[in-house]
């Protein structure tokens, strides 16, 4: 599975964007996604979190209420939408699937990762 994120940018402190995160080589279905990010000089950190079907998400304090993840199998796609943006929220956004149903919050057991985006938000 290769996975290709994208939608990333420069935004103001307020404003939305929405990432986008398409697999390929083998559909993904079964697979839980979610999206981490990291800020310079930070440690990458699990932002959002989708099973497979999309039915349980789960989120960060930080991005919660403002953030949301979703998913289309037919489409091979996981998407993060993401309002009300601020500052805190600069960071290199990957998206990440495992072969678990179930999402976790460890790194280690994700087995397939995109290449980032780069969102950054301006005060």
């Known amino acids: 599975v290769q996975l290709q994120a994208s939608g990333g940018g420069l935004v103001q402190a307020g404003g939305s964007l929405r990432l986008s995160c398409v697999a390929s080589?083998?559909?993904?279905?079964?697979?839980?996604v979610s999206w981490f990010r990291q800020a310079p000089g930070k440690e990458r950190e699990i932002v959002a979190a989708?099973?497979?079907?999309?039915?349980?998400?789960s989120y960060a304090d930080s991005v919660k209420g403002r953030f949301t993840i979703s998913r289309d199998n037919v489409r091979n796609t996981v998407y993060l939408q993401m309002n009300f943006l601020k500052p805190e929220d600069t960071a290199v956004y990957y998206c990440?699937?495992?072969?678990?149903?179930?999402?976790?919050?460890?790194?280690?057991?994700?087995?397939?990762w995109g290449q980032g985006t780069l969102v950054t938000v301006s005060s």
């Open positions: 989708a099973t497979w079907s999309g039915g349980a998400t």
């Open positions: 990440a699937a495992t072969r678990r149903a179930v999402p976790t919050t460890r790194q280690y057991d994700y087995d397939y």
């Open positions: 080589g083998r559909t993904f279905s079964s697979y839980a």
